[in-house]
């Protein structure tokens, strides 16, 4: 059974860092894009960033375009969302999911939509707070 498990979440104060880790289990992640999405209580859930199976491509949402970073390690299959700067509006549950697409280029134009994922996970809070 494939599995998601996000951890690293938390409380920061603004200005700080976290990275968030994605580790699946049950199956290969090498032919699986991996996509971040966060939401908050009362709102529509939103993608955040998107990697390719091979890490070839990614892309961001243009409210974190320049303070998240997303990275992948397959053999640990593990993906990683670090993110810096970090903002009151961050906070949320931020989820990542599995694409089965294993195109090293399907991030590159932009984030892959919500249907196209197949595997979520539980979720992790991340609180921005002073």
């Known amino acids: 059974q494939f599995e998601l498990v996000e951890s690293g979440g938390g409380l920061v104060q603004p200005g700080g860092s976290l990275t968030l880790s994605c580790v699946a289990s049950g199956i290969s992640t090498n032919n699986y894009a991996i996509g971040w999405f966060r939401q908050v209580p009362g709102k529509e859930r939103e993608g955040v960033s998107c990697?390719?199976?091979?890490?070839?491509?990614?892309s961001f949402v243009d409210s974190v375009k320049g303070r998240f970073t997303i990275s992948r390690d397959n053999a640990k299959k593990t993906v990683y969302l670090r993110m810096d700067s970090l903002k009151p509006e961050d906070t949320a549950v931020y989820y990542c999911?599995?694409?089965?697409?294993?195109?090293?280029?399907?991030?590159?134009?932009?984030?892959?939509?919500?249907?196209?994922?197949?595997?979520w996970g539980q979720g992790t809070q991340v609180t921005v707070s002073s």
């Open positions: 990697i390719s199976s091979s890490g070839g491509s990614s």
């Open positions: 999911a599995a694409a089965p697409i294993p195109s090293a280029f399907v991030c590159y134009e932009g984030l892959l939509p919500q249907y196209e994922y197949k595997y």
